[in-house]
């Protein structure tokens, strides 16, 4: 498969010169998006899924840049919550190319969306609770409507993002059906919805094929929709060694498993889309010898990238400002005071120092949107490159904005 590039970028082809440069020139910790890769890895599924539906979904990474980035490359806009209802339509994705996955939907979320549906009656919107529908009849939605089903089945790279088959996503598939029918009068049923899970490498092919294979035949059985939506969860991989997931032999399995369909098949992935067009960079700033081991303390967080300390996930760290030094073994921790806030424990290092600049691999998906302001730090700013150079997408915010928005007793106003 072409798709423009390799299938998949390392931590080791980005250039390491250029990155010391933006680390010097917009501080540190930093997150930099190139929006060339993320154009070549929505190229790239498109290619592999030319029938498909291709949505990205905007919870891996929902900054601006990204987001038009990918409208251009003519993927769509999955939006888990009003607010990336709101940005996809800000990023001037066009109604049509908006669909809405409500999960346990807040009354603000459904009166959000409903409001904005009003003015954009294209817009699809995929529930996973019968009880949604009467929420969204309440609120005067007759319009594009999609059933998720809970297909029994998952995958992922972690039981915490292993979403099909967990009572919270999803109406069970065999209720899915009589649901269906009794629905149809009233809304526009366009599509089934399932979603096995995240990051779901080589091995976990077996439970996808599955899940299409029952969506195929629950498309089959409602009959007359216009998508069956197999969800997205594709991995990449995130050690240097690991293999990528062979994308090409992906879409074949689903199209085997969902065998003779009168409906269009649609994929949603993110992490995909934006997983190695993204770093972290981030300095060192204390670096300890204990018997044990070297404590290498940075500048980067639990509150900067949470993956680490939420799933125990890997991410490829290099030095770069001294690549060629006698590796050590080493513990690279936050600022943050949790025994969490540790990205590696055991990794050799070219021997780091106080100032050297650090590069955190596949940032790019749950990066930037996962973090906090926990210990009242401040989040980094966004850097995105593309043709014409490095562009701040997003500012770093101040200890000013951290508390912007507390209120002293004598503001309060009472109710
Ligand atoms: N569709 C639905 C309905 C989803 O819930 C998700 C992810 C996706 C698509 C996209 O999955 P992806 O292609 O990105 O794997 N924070 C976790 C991942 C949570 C994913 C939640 N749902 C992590 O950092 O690994």
């Known amino acids: 498969m072409s798709g423009g590039g390799p299938a998949v970028r390392r931590l080791s082809d980005w250039d390491r010169e250029h990155l010391l440069s933006l680390a010097g020139e917009f501080g540190s910790p930093l997150y930099v998006t190139d929006l060339r890769r993320v154009r070549e890895n929505c190229l790239r599924l498109r290619e592999a899924f030319p029938e498909a539906h291709v949505s990205y979904a905007v919870k891996a990474h929902a900054g601006r840049a990204v987001l038009e980035t990918v409208r251009e490359a003519g993927v769509d806009a999955e939006c888990a919550s009003a607010g990336e209802v709101e940005r996809a339509l800000d990023a001037g994705f066009p109604g049509e190319r908006v669909r809405y996955t409500a999960v346990n939907p807040p009354d603000a979320d459904l009166d959000h969306v409903v409001s904005r549906w009003e003015s954009n009656p294209e817009m699809t919107v995929t529930v996973g609770a019968a009880d949604t529908i009467d929420r969204l009849r309440e609120r ?20 915490k993002v292993t979403t099909g088959g967990h009572a919270k996503f999803g109406i069970p598939i065999d209720r899915v059906p009589d649901l269906a029918a009794d629905v149809r009068e009233e809304f526009d049923l366009v599509g089934v ?10 091995d976990d092919l077996s439970a996808h094929r599955e899940l299409v294979r029952r969506m195929g035949d629950l498309a089959r059985e409602v009959g007359g929709l216009e998508f069956v939506d197999v969800g997205g969860g594709f991995g990449v991989p995130y050690r240097e060694d690991e293999p990528p997931l062979d994308l090409a032999a992906v879409a074949d399995a689903t199209r085997e498993a969902l065998g003779e369909v009168d409906a269009q098949l649609a ?24 018997p044990e081991t070297t404590v290498v303390g940075i500048d980067a967080g639990m509150t900067t990238l949470l993956r680490p300390a939420m799933y125990d996930a890997y991410h490829a760290i290099s030095n770069l400002s001294r690549p060629d030094a006698d590796p050590v073994s080493t513990i690279v921790a936050g600022p943050v005071c949790e025994t969490s806030d540790v990205f590696a424990d055991g990794r050799d290092l070219p021997d780091p120092e106080r100032g050297d600049c650090l590069a955190l691999g596949n940032a790019g998906a749950y990066g930037y949107e996962m973090a906090s302001t926990y210990n009242s730090r401040p989040r980094p700013p966004e850097v995105v490159l593309d043709a014409d150079g490095p562009r701040l997408a997003r500012r770093r915010e101040t200890l000013h904005d951290v508390t912007a928005l507390e209120r002293t007793a004598s503001e309060h106003i009472p109710n």
């Not at 999609?146 to 039981?159: I, T």
């Not at 919805?193 to 080589?202: L, P, V």
């Not at 934006?274 to 300095?283: E, Q």
């Open 267 to 290: 994929v949603e992935p993110g992490r995909y889309v934006v997983a190695d067009a993204g770093v972290l960079l981030s300095r060192v700033n204390t670096v300890k010898e204990v």
């Open 140 to 159: 005067g939605f007759d319009g594009r409507l999609c059933l998720r089903a809970n297909p029994g089945v998952g995958a992922g790279h972690h039981e």
């Open 193 to 202: 919805h399932a979603h096995a899970g995240s990051g779901i490498s080589g």
